[in-house]
């Protein structure tokens, strides 16, 4: 069965912030000790998988495998339902039938997502917008150190003390990367992250992305527009075609890629000419 996890968002981690009794401070040691014991990363497995809403059958039986620690980046139409499948994923929606198993019981913390806007609250400074991201355990005393390491992870440690109102739009995006990170999620759902920043930022941005999944070791699924944005992060490519997964490509260019490489331009090419096909068939 598909279990509901909490995304990144802050109003989802506004409560708890009264300090903890002994006996929730133990409990809470506890799960960070359980969850260090636990593997970095989840595997998915997809079963049938539909959903609709209305008339519109957006999902029409998605069956897919993902091994842990895998970056899998999905494109598709305008749509074509990739967006609805990562949401299906992080359990903001709920499924129509089929099932989404991660070979294990998850925790809240296990599952995160960031989506294209950064969604920072702007009453807090930038390490109060990092320390949501932690969830029931904000409150813990390695809270601030714990915000200070992933801004560090992502380059912004300079700026913990800034609203994020002066921070320019990459900036931003990096404080809800690092907001994401800082309870070491096992699984990272990126619905369009990059697409609202030019195009520097964005090659920047997704240098960082897959310097922290290489030193992370979570498993990603990114869903983008941009074809050699996918390439380019991920070991495989899929694309969606009217709520199915219509191309399955496996990525095997070595790390780091060289982008604008033949090996990344004919992978591109091809997926765009399938993508081209489509909408030749429509």
Same mark, same amino acid.
């Given at each position: 069965m598909?279990?509901a ?14 300090h ?10 506890e799960?960070?000790?359980e ?6 990363s ?44 990562l949401?299906l994923?992080?359990?903001?929606d ?7 198993g ?15 806007e ?5 009453? +807090? *400074?930038v =390490?109060g917008?990092?320390?949501?991201g @932690?969830?029931? %355990?904000?409150?813990? $005393?390695?809270?601030? !150190?714990r ?9 912004l ?19 809800a990367? +690092? *907001?994401? =990170? ?5 699984? @990272?759902?990126? %619905?369009e992250?990059? $697409?609202?920043?030019? !195009?520097l ?5 997704q ?7 290489r ?16 390439? +380019?992060?991920?070991d495989?490519v ?14 095997? !260019?070595?790390r ?5 490489s ?16 489509a909408?030749?068939?429509?």
């Amino acid at each position: 069965m598909h279990t509901a996890v909490r995304t990144s968002l802050p109003e989802t981690e506004l409560a708890g912030r009264a300090h903890f009794a002994p006996h929730a401070r133990v409990a809470r040691e506890e799960r960070q000790e359980e969850r260090r014991a636990r593997t970095t990363s989840l595997p998915l497995s997809i079963r049938a998988l539909r959903k609709s809403f209305g008339d519109n059958e957006v999902l029409r039986g998605i069956d897919l495998h993902i091994p842990a620690g895998q970056f899998v980046a999905i494109v598709g139409k305008s749509g074509c339902g990739k967006s609805t499948l990562l949401r299906l994923l992080a359990g903001l929606d709920k499924i129509d039938a089929g099932s989404i198993g991660f070979g294990q019981d998850i925790q809240p913390e296990d599952i995160r997502v960031m989506f294209q806007e950064p969604r920072l609250l702007p009453w +807090a *400074r930038v =390490l109060g917008n990092v320390e949501v991201g @932690l969830g029931r %355990d904000r409150a813990s $005393g390695d809270a601030h !150190a714990r915000a200070e390491k992933a801004l560090s992870e992502v380059g912004l440690a300079d700026k913990r003390d800034q609203w994020p109102s002066v921070l320019s739009g990459g900036q931003k995006q990096r404080v809800a990367l +690092a *907001r994401a =990170l800082v309870s070491r999620p096992r699984v @990272l759902a990126l %619905d369009e992250p990059l $697409g609202a920043l030019d !195009a520097l930022t964005r090659i920047s941005m997704q240098r960082l992305l897959e310097r922290v999944w290489r030193d992370q070791g979570f498993t990603a699924i990114l869903v983008t527009h941009d074809v050699a944005e996918a390439v +380019a992060l991920a070991d495989r490519v899929l694309v969606i075609e009217d709520g199915r997964i219509a191309h399955d490509v496996t990525v095997n !260019a070595a790390r780091p890629r060289q982008r604008g490489s033949a090996e990344l331009a004919g992978l591109e090419g091809s997926i765009l000419s399938h993508l081209l096909s489509a909408d030749d068939r429509t």
